[in-house]
């Protein structure tokens, strides 16, 4: 398709956030890792949050500033997951 830009990055989902909102994300994921480093959802939460710190490239669009970074399908999935557990955690859903 003429003008589509192509994901050159096979499998993997390109993500545009607010520099803020990415700021909260790094937050929660502290939240996990701090809680017990040796959990699993702990040690999920330390690879994105590095990933994030590392590959996330800050660019200005419209004034604000914000954050591009690419993930791979499962890491969106573990993402989705930790999001789920500290949702629960904070806002007591049964």
Not at 17 to 42: G, H, P
Not at 49 to 66: S, W
Not at 73 to 91: D, G, M, P, Q, R
């Amino acid at each position: 398709m003429k003008g589509e830009r192509k994901n050159s990055r096979k499998g993997s989902v390109e993500v545009f956030i607010s520099r803020k909102l990415c700021d909260s994300i790094i937050s929660v994921l502290t939240s996990f890792i701090v809680a017990d480093s040796e959990n699993k959802y702990s040690v999920y939460a330390q690879r994105i949050k590095d990933k994030i710190l590392k590959h996330g490239r800050i660019f200005e669009n419209n004034g604000e500033e914000n954050v591009a970074i690419y993930f791979y399908e499962n890491e969106t999935a573990i993402l989705i997951k930790l999001f789920a557990i500290y949702i629960n955690a904070t806002e007591n859903i049964e």
